[in-house]
Every structure is written in C-alpha cells, then in structure tokens.
C-alpha cells in the first residue's frame, strides 16, 4: 500500500459518502444518474465475486464490502425510497446503459489476462467503469443546475482516477513484475472522461461561482 | 503471485 492508492480509495470512499449524504439527509437525489449508480453496482457485483475466495487483507475486504453495500443502496434508494424517487430526473437521465454494457461484455471476451469465468467478469468491470461515468455527466450537461454536493461527488471520482494512476507509475517503479496494461488502459481512458468536467469545475472555483456546464 | 498482485486493488 503506497500512500498514493491510499489517497485513491480515501477519495473514493469521500465521494460515495458524498452521495449518500445527499441522498440520505437531503433525501434528494436530484442530478444523480441512475443508469451510471447501477454500472458502479454491477461493476463492483462483478469485480468483487472473489470476495469470499481471495483474501488479500482486512483492509481490501472490508472496503469491498463497503462499495458493495454502498453502490447497492444507493439504487435501491433512488428506485424504491419513497421521497428519494420522486427526485429522481427520470425524464433527463435518458442513457442506454446496455449500449455501454454490450461492448465492454464483448471486449473483455476478446481482451483479458486469463480466459477464465473469474477473470473475463473481472475484466469486463474494468471495462465498465472506464465508461460508467458517461449517463452522469451526459445528465450534467442536461440539467446544467449542478448543486454543491453532486459537484463534490463527481470532483472525488476524478481524483480517485487521477490517484490510482500515481499509484500505478509509482508501483511500477517500485515493484518488479508490475505490469497491467488492460488495468492501465481502461483507468486512464476513464481519468479523460473526467477531464473536461474538471476544466469546468476549476473554472467555477477560480471565479468563486456555482459550477455550471456550457450548453 | 502474479494473478495476485492483479487483484489486490479495489
């Protein structure tokens, strides 16, 4: 554990916790996608099938617990509470999720370390988060009146990217035989989602004004 | 050790 995958997850773990606030205190969930909180469900369900057979620390098991049970209630709420719904952008957030989920199927079928059931579902949730941002930001651009809370919330996804890839350089300097190119690829073309959404984001903190995004 | 290593991050 180096103190930039330690950054990583503390961001990570912020932005999920930024969430839930909003949506358990506020019981808003106004401006949230739907579609990108139920990729992160799957793309942790998938990921995290060795749960019970690879143990690497405490640690690792208790923040994948964390993000399961996290990213599960976050759609249950959005889906079933019965405030919470009613503040749901159904009509904006409007994404095809299978179109995202399709090609990342397809893909780790072709591209993979192993082809074993374990590591294909391991890879395809690469795949998947790599792109399970876009129904977010693609209700961003919609809706444009961004609150506070839903900002931070897409702020410290982006740095839990811009985090991870620190730790990668720095653990392929440090440790021999560290070498991950679809680990790589999938992080850094999601980092780039981000990009242009933090322009706008620094740009809103610079000026000192509420975040919005152009038309 | 490798297929280790591939999956002690989150």
């Known amino acids: 554990m180096n103190i930039f995958r330690l950054a990583g997850d503390m961001t990570h ?3 999920v916790l930024v969430l839930l606030l909003k949506i358990h205190t506020i019981k808003s969930c106004a401006g949230v996608s739907l579609k990108t909180q139920e990729l992160y469900a799957i793309v942790f369900a998938t990921r995290y099938l060795d749960i019970l057979t690879s143990f690497v620390s405490i640690y690792n098991t208790l923040m994948k617990l964390i993000f399961l049970g996290s990213s599960f209630s976050i759609v249950w ?3 079933y509470h019965k405030t ?6 159904r009509d904006q957030d409007t994404f095809r999720h299978w179109f995202l989920m399709l090609p990342c199927l397809l893909l780790a079928l072709l591209i993979h370390e192993k082809f074993t059931f374990f590591e294909v579902l391991w890879t395809f949730s690469l795949y998947l988060e790599a792109v399970a941002i876009l129904p977010q ?13 839903t900002g931070q919330y897409i702020f410290l ?3 839990y990217r811009g985090f991870y890839i620190l730790n990668w ?3 392929y300097f440090t440790e021999p035989h560290y070498v991950h190119w679809i680990t790589w690829i999938a992080g850094l073309v999601q980092t780039l989602l981000y990009a242009d959404f933090f322009y706008y984001y620094f740009l809103s903190w610079k000026n000192n004004k509420k975040l919005q995004l152009p038309a | 050790a490798k297929e280790e290593e591939s ?3 989150l």
């Open chain 1, 13 to 15: 773990l912020a932005s």
């Open chain 1, 77 to 79: 709420y959005m889906k």
């Open chain 1, 84 to 89: 919470v719904r009613r503040t749901y952008d």
């Open chain 1, 137 to 149: 930001l693609v209700l961003l651009q919609r809706t444009r009146n961004i609150d506070n809370l």
């Open chain 1, 157 to 159: 996804l982006g740095g």
């Open chain 1, 169 to 171: 350089i720095y653990r």
């Open chain 2, 7 to 9: 999956h002690d991050e």
